[in-house]
């Protein structure tokens, strides 16, 4: 079956780094996305990975491994605006459809 | 236009009643999807359009929910007979096909059904 997995939520500092891991399971891979989403806004994109390893875009790094399932976020230097909920999605390869997690609320603290 | 436009942004309708929900997706996105979002939840697919393919209405939870595209641009999200737990917000987003990524979402609906 289909089954994504996100922490419901995480606090950190501001300027300090956090990482926000996804795990999934789905009949046929193509492409993990990483969305950001404040309270009350539209789900803005932040990522996209479709091939292992990291991808860097400027504080924000996205890294995937596909034999593990497994995806995290990286935000570097923390600031009070990232607070938000952040969001894993895969993309089914077979109806290119995104099956989204629940969501990991980000909470920073001066 | 520029972003994906929802209106209303707002809805509190009655126990019963029909309500429609209109998405303008960007212009030439070929692709619409509509979703449904509840507190603390992921977000819920419900229907997918792309260009002229008959749509997919896999996601929708009951014959009380339709949905229709006309002329590949502006799609109307019905509800009839609105029940309490139709109460969540309603977002939709329109995708270019040619790219690999690309969903841009809408700011949503919010339904409150009372």
């Known amino acids: ?110 | 236009g520029a972003g994906v436009s929802q209106s209303p942004s707002n809805k509190v309708t009655e126990k019963g009643k029909d309500v429609e929900l209109r998405c303008d997706p960007i212009s030439g996105h070929t692709a619409l999807y509509w979703y449904r979002q509840s507190l603390g939840q992921g977000l819920e697919f419900l229907i997918y359009f792309q260009g002229n393919s008959a749509p997919d209405k896999s996601g929708l939870p009951s014959d009380r929910f339709s949905a229709e595209r006309t002329g590949g641009s502006v799609s109307t999200l019905t509800i009839q007979r609105t029940q309490q737990e139709d109460s969540a917000v309603y977002l939709c987003a329109s995708r270019n096909r040619d790219t690999d990524y690309g969903y841009t979402f809408g700011s949503g609906t919010r339904l409150t059904v009372v």
Not at chain 1, 23 to 32: A, C, I, K, R
Not at chain 1, 59 to 73: A, I, Q
Not at chain 1, 82 to 87: I, T, V
């Open chain 1, 1 to 110: 079956g289909q089954n994504i997995d996100q922490p419901t939520e995480m606090t950190a500092t501001e300027g300090a780094i956090v990482q926000i891991n996804c795990t999934y399971q789905t009949s046929g891979f193509n492409g993990l996305f990483w969305y950001q989403q404040h309270a009350g806004e539209a789900p803005t994109f932040l990522s996209y990975n479709v091939l292992d390893g990291l991808e860097e875009k400027g504080r924000f790094s996205s890294f995937l491994s596909r034999s593990k399932g497994y995806s995290y976020l990286l935000l570097k230097e923390l600031q009070m605006k990232d607070s938000a909920s952040y969001l894993c999605a895969v993309r089914e390869r077979s109806n290119y459809q995104l099956i989204w997690g629940a969501g990991t609320k980000l909470i920073i603290k001066p």
